[in-house]
T-cell receptor
Framework: DQQVKQNSPSLSVQEGRISILNCDYTNSMFDYFLWYKKYPAEGPTFLISISSIKDKNEDGRFTVFLNKSAKHLSLHIVPSQPGDSAVYFCAASAVDGANNLFFGTGTRLTVIP | DTEVTQTPKHLVMGMTNKKSLKCEQHMGHRAMYWYKQKAKKPPELMFVYSYEKLSINESVPSRFSPECPNSSLLNLHLHALQPEDSALYLC??????????????FGEGSWLTVV
């Protein structure tokens, strides 16, 4: 059973506009959430994270929002750039400290110049 | 520096071969991981080593044998693999501590093809 879900397999956005990638989770024990970016033939690259005690974390063009009551998080990229085109994975880990990440299925972002 | 180095980048092996994948990090991380990723699927955890001891084995077949010789190195020994084991194998590491919230950093992966 997929505990972290990314329901949009793909997203296309015009350069300069905002990209919004969404992620939902089912396990209420998740307390740390991460976004990874992946280019073909490469490993995932860590982008940004958020702890469950926060509802927003910002790093440059990237902002992650967390809505614990809805078990939903989103990644905003603004302005979007062609180099942002990649697959974005949402991931979560739980309070049991097992250091295991549960990944979503990914969203392929294409930024159109 | 958040570098996890994996070798080889590509490996083709026959079903009767014995080979190894290697992973190295010099960030002082004390947790190291092997993940497997098939095409168009998310990474799936295989093994976790914490302070050089195997702490998680996600029911991985014995034809995959992990080894952690020291805190910087992680190997994955492969023997008698099947074609369906062809995938991208990702090594990762995270800072010391068992508390959730440690960011996991991935290597670039080793592409394995079993023929």
């Amino acid at each position: 059973d997929q505990q972290v879900k990314q329901n949009s397999p793909s997203l296309s956005v015009q350069e300069g506009r905002i990209s919004i990638l969404n992620c939902d989770y089912t396990n209420s024990m998740f307390d740390y959430f991460l976004w990874y970016k992946k280019y073909p033939a490469e490993g995932p690259t860590f982008l940004i994270s958020i702890s469950s005690i926060k509802d927003k974390n910002e790093d440059g063009r990237f902002t992650v929002f967390l809505n614990k009551s809805a078990k939903h998080l989103s990644l905003h990229i603004v302005p979007s750039q062609p180099g942002d085109s990649a697959v974005y994975f949402c991931a979560a880990s739980a309070v049991d400290g097992a250091n295991n990440l549960f990944f979503g299925t990914g969203t392929r972002l294409t930024v159109i110049p | 520096d958040t570098e996890v180095t994996q070798t080889p980048k590509h490996l083709v092996m026959g079903m009767t071969n014995k080979k190894s994948l290697k992973c190295e990090q010099h960030m002082g991380h004390r947790a190291m991981y092997w993940y497997k990723q098939k095409a168009k699927k998310p990474p799936e955890l295989m093994f976790v080593y914490s302070y050089e001891k195997l702490s998680i084995n996600e029911s991985v077949p014995s034809r995959f044998s992990p080894e952690c010789p020291n805190s910087s190195l992680l190997n994955l020994h492969l023997h008698a693999l099947q074609p369906e084991d062809s995938a991208l194998y990702l090594c990762a590491s995270s800072p010391p501590g068992q508390v959730s919230g440690n960011t996991i950093y991935f290597g670039e992966g080793s592409w394995l093809t079993v023929v």
